[in-house]
């Protein structure tokens, strides 16, 4: 029996995050360079969109590209680029197919030019969606989300527009990047690695956290059925007892 039958749709996240780690290493092992993997790595993305829209799952978040990333080898730099700017273009269709929104979060004015504006014409385009909204985490980085949401509430209360006594958890939320979105409920992360590396920091507060040492080439849509199965099997308490869950 497949994991998608064992799946109670009441049950699911309304937000997934994933880090989508291995692509480098996947390539590795089969003695290709590490834009090989990358390129088998949008065949996951691919599978796992379709599979998250499929179930009715309302928010997808991807963290394609880190700040982190720029320090790689240019060349893998500029090859992760142009297969982003391929990999917009040749998907669009797919999305609007599926009735997925796009958004991007992230320092995306640090983003080349040709990137932006593939970016930007297929967030237009799909922005008349209603079902799964993808989110795109691309030059993203979680402690630079906080202090760019600190400096704008700074601005603010120098400006008089607020005090710092209005300041609390709904105003610091409404000035990050992901401002009109719910906090994951889940986060994914493939590789074997265990950390969430400067990802959606305080978004991720009460999200459960899943680990598979699958690197992200390999990851389907058995693994994500398999993934929201385990998170379905788990709970979640938010502080509270097992015994007032149950009174409730």
Same mark, same amino acid.
């Given at each position: 029996?497949?994991?998608?039958?064992?799946?109670?749709?009441?049950?699911?996240?309304?937000?997934?995050?994933?880090?989508?780690?291995?692509?480098?290493?996947?390539?590795?092992?089969?003695?290709?360079?590490?834009?090989?993997?990358?390129?088998?790595?949008?065949?996951?993305?691919?599978?796992?969109?379709?599979?998250?829209?499929?179930?009715?799952?309302?928010?997808?978040?991807?963290?394609?590209?880190? *700040?982190?990333?720029? $320090?790689?080898?240019?060349?893998? @730099? #500029?090859? %992760?680029?142009?297969?982003?700017?391929?990999? =917009?273009? !040749?998907?669009?269709?797919?999305?609007?197919?599926?009735?997925?929104?796009?958004?991007?979060?992230?320092?995306?004015?640090?983003?080349?030019?040709?990137?932006?504006?593939?970016?930007?014409?297929?967030?237009? *385009?799909?922005?008349? $969606?209603?079902?799964?909204?993808? @989110? #795109?985490? %691309?030059?993203?980085?979680?402690?630079?989300? =906080?202090? !760019?949401?600190?400096?704008?509430?700074?601005?603010?209360?120098?400006?008089?527009?607020?005090?710092?006594?209005?300041?609390?958890?709904?105003?610091?939320?409404?000035?990050?990047?992901?401002?009109?979105?719910?906090?994951?409920?889940?986060?994914?992360?493939?590789?074997?690695?265990?950390?969430?590396?400067?990802?959606?920091?305080?978004?991720?507060?009460?999200?459960?956290?899943?680990?598979?040492?699958?690197?992200?080439?390999?990851?389907?849509?058995?693994?994500?059925?398999?993934?929201?199965?385990?998170?379905?099997?788990?709970?979640?308490?938010?502080?509270?007892?097992?015994?007032?869950?149950?009174?409730?």
């Amino acid at each position: 029996m497949s994991f998608k039958e064992k799946i109670i749709k009441e049950k699911l996240p309304s937000h997934l995050a994933i880090i989508m780690d291995g692509n480098g290493r996947w390539a590795k092992m089969r003695g290709e360079h590490r834009i090989v993997g990358h390129q088998n790595g949008v065949e996951a993305v691919r599978q796992t969109v379709e599979g998250a829209a499929e179930l009715g799952i309302s928010y997808l978040t991807l963290y394609a590209f880190s *700040t982190e990333n720029w $320090n790689r080898p240019q060349d893998e @730099v #500029l090859g %992760l680029m142009s297969l982003l700017v391929e990999a =917009i273009e !040749n998907e669009t269709p797919t999305l609007m197919k599926n009735n997925v929104r796009l958004k991007a979060i992230g320092n995306l004015n640090s983003l080349p030019e040709e990137v932006r504006e593939k970016l930007n014409g297929t967030i237009n *385009t799909t922005s008349v $969606n209603t079902g799964l909204t993808l @989110v #795109l985490a %691309l030059s993203y980085s979680s402690r630079w989300e =906080i202090v !760019n949401a600190v400096k704008m509430i700074a601005d603010k209360v120098a400006d008089g527009e607020m005090s710092s006594e209005d300041i609390d958890d709904s105003i610091f939320e409404n000035h990050l990047t992901t401002a009109g979105i719910p906090d994951p409920e889940l986060m994914i992360r493939t590789s074997g690695e265990t950390r969430i590396s400067n990802f959606l920091l305080w978004q991720l507060a009460y999200a459960e956290l899943y680990f598979t040492e699958l690197f992200w080439p390999d990851f389907d849509k058995e693994e994500l059925y398999k993934a929201l199965y385990n998170y379905q099997n788990r709970e979640r308490r938010f502080g509270k007892t097992s015994e007032q869950l149950t009174d409730n």
